[in-house]
């Protein structure tokens, strides 16, 4: 049993006021990120044809839930693993000014995920995208797009704290931006995730840049697929990769916590790169990465944040299935339920 049991832990909120704040949270939190962001709300769809190449790979050995319907000619149609190119193709569908975007609920079913305080089969998130400009691809413009994110996320944190005064906020007040290849030389002695709580311990709040590049000791801090992401491309201090991840340390957990995966995304060069260096070359002809590569998309950053993780982190849970309905193993609810910890 993976699950983490917190010593003397006691939910600060009842059940029936925790499906309250749940509720002020996300409308709170996706007001701030559209308006920050200049971003409309879109309807998303649950599953796309395996064929299209939408639908997001992952780390590459994750399983899509995926059926056959007699409906559409018993086709492959596979549950979306996240949206992350499919909001690139709204951007073109909808010809979106730059500086303009959109977001939308992404629901998911993740067959493969191992089950703990913070991985659920279920998963929702916000998932964004917003128009850019050629020139805007750099580091510069993703960090001030993360620091964007982190003020609603404090927004929404000092909204709960206003409502229920006996939860103080937690969160630092800035970012910390840390590239993977840096973090590996501050901690080269720790796996990636130990490097991550070492660095959210230490800052509280950090966005590690270059997740997917190869780093100086030939591994990578952590997978990503090379078809959205910018991994490869080096930024203005020649560092590679144009994407990361918001990590907060959770005190609950004791622990660092990912929030949000976000990125610049390839253009065709970097996704021509990047195909090739994860050994998918064959998907240049599907339709997504064919008009990617044609210059029939426009030029994006775009990523996803988790709205239990959110939940979860501001209500100061101690499990995801406090703020979301899912399936646990046995084991796991009872020991949880021995603690105080109630899920859903």
Known sequence: MNVIIPENYSSKLLPE?????????????????????????????????AASGLNDNLNGIERPVSFRSPALGNIEVQIVHSLAKWKRMKLADYDITPGYGLYTDMNAIRADEQLDNLHSLYVDQWDWEQVIMPGQRTAAFLHETVRKIYTAIRSAEAMVSELFPH??????????????????????????????????????????????????????????????????????????GLNGDLLVWNPVLQQAFEISSMGIRVDPEAMRRQLQIAGCEERAVLPFHKKLLDGKLPPSIG??????????????????????????????????????????
Not at 188 to 211: H, M, T, W, Y
């Open 167 to 240: 939860m103080k906020p937690i969160l630092p007040e800035s970012v910390q931006f840390i590239h993977s290849e840096e973090l590996l030389c501050m901690y080269p002695d720790l796996s990636p995730k130990e490097r991550e709580n070492a660095a959210c311990r230490r800052f509280g709040a950090v966005f590690i840049q270059g997740i997917g590049a190869v780093l100086g000791n030939g591994e990578r801090h952590d997978g990503r697929a090379p078809d959205y992401d910018d991994w490869s491309t080096p930024d203005e201090q020649g560092r590679i």
């Open 303 to 344: 990523g996803g944040i988790g709205q239990s993780r959110l939940c979860m982190l501001l209500l100061q849970k101690a499990h995801i299935g406090e703020v979301q309905s899912s399936l646990w193993p046995d084991d796991q609810r009872a020991a949880c339920h021995a603690a105080g910890i109630e899920l859903l």
């Open 17 to 49: 006021t925790t499906e309250i704040a749940i509720k002020r949270i996300k409308d709170h939190f996706q007001k701030c990120l559209s308006e920050t962001l200049n971003l409309r709300r879109v309807t998303a769809p649950l599953f796309v044809t």
